[in-house]
T-cell receptor, first 116, second 112 residues
C-alpha cells in the first residue's frame, strides 16, 4: 500500500529554533508539493518540485523557509528561525505529472507544528 | 479576494439528506476541477475530478462545473455519518496544471 510518509507527526518548539520536516514521496512519483494548512488561510501551496527540480516556491517566505529534494526519496522543509505564526499543519503530497494535466496528488498525514 | 471562495460551514444535516457543497472562483483559466475530502487529523484525498464544464457522477457523489458562472458544486445523495469530513474544492489551469489552488474547505457533519 504505497503512501506518502512524513516525519515528525507532531513538533513543539520554541521561537527561534530550527525546524526540519521530512517527506518520503510515493515511489515513482515525479512531483512533490509542500502545503501549509491553517484555520484562517486554509491549504496554501508553499513549494513544489518536478523531477527534484524546484518549480515554484512563490508561496514560501524566503527569508526563513527553504525546501529541498536531496534525492528522489526525500523532500525536506526547513524553517529557521521559527516564529509562532508558523504554527500550522504542514502537508507533503506527491503525484505523477503529465504535462498539461492536473493529476491526483497523494497527501501525507501532515506534521503538526506548534511554535511557542 | 481569494481566487477560490468556499463557505467554511460548518454544515450539519441528518443522515439520508442530500448535501450540496459549492465554490466560486475568479480565474477563467481554470480547466481542472477537483473535490478533496479530509477527515480529522488526516491529509486530503481526491474524491472527484472533472475537466472543463459538465457533470460527473460516481456512486452517491455528483460533481458539477458551470464555467460560465465560475461555479462548481458537489452533491452527496443519501448522506451517511461516514461522510462527515471537510470537503475542499480545488482547481488548476492547463498551463499550470500541477499548481492546484484549494478552497478553504467546508466542514460537514451528518447526524445519525
Amino acid at each position: 500500500d504505497a503512501r506518502v510518509t512524513q516525519t515528525p507527526r507532531d513538533k513543539v518548539t520554541e521561537m527561534g529554533q530550527e525546524v526540519t520536516m521530512r517527506c518520503q514521496p510515493i515511489l515513482g512519483h515525479n512531483t512533490v508539493f509542500w502545503y501549509r494548512q491553517t484555520m484562517m488561510q486554509g491549504l496554501e501551496l508553499l513549494a513544489y518540485f518536478r523531477n527534484r527540480a524546484p518549480l515554484d516556491d512563490s508561496g514560501m517566505p524566503k527569508d526563513r523557509f527553504s525546501a529541498e529534494m536531496p534525492d528522489a526519496t526525500l523532500a525536506t522543509l526547513k524553517i529557521q528561525p521559527s516564529e509562532p505564526r508558523d504554527s500550522a499543519v504542514y502537508f507533503c503530497a506527491s503525484g505523477s505529472d503529465i504535462a498539461g494535466v492536473a493529476n491526483e496528488q497523494f497527501f501525507g498525514p501532515g506534521t503538526r507544528l506548534t511554535v511557542l | 479576494q481569494k481566487e477560490v471562495e468556499q463557505d467554511p460551514g460548518p454544515l450539519s444535516v441528518p443522515e439520508g439528506a442530500i448535501v450540496s457543497l459549492n465554490c466560486t472562483y475568479s480565474n477563467s483559466a481554470f480547466q481542472y476541477f477537483m473535490w478533496y475530502r479530509q477527515y480529522s487529523r488526516k491529509g486530503p484525498e481526491l474524491l472527484m475530478y472533472t475537466y472543463s464544464s459538465g457533470n460527473k457522477e460516481d456512486g452517491r457523489f455528483t460533481a458539477q462545473v458551470d464555467k460560465s458562472s465560475k461555479y462548481i458544486s458537489l452533491f452527496i445523495r443519501d448522506s451517511q455519518p461516514s461522510d462527515s469530513a471537510t470537503y475542499l474544492c480545488a482547481m488548476s489551469s492547463y498551463s499550470s496544471a500541477s499548481k492546484i489552488i484549494f478552497g478553504s474547505g467546508t466542514r460537514l457533519s451528518i447526524r445519525p
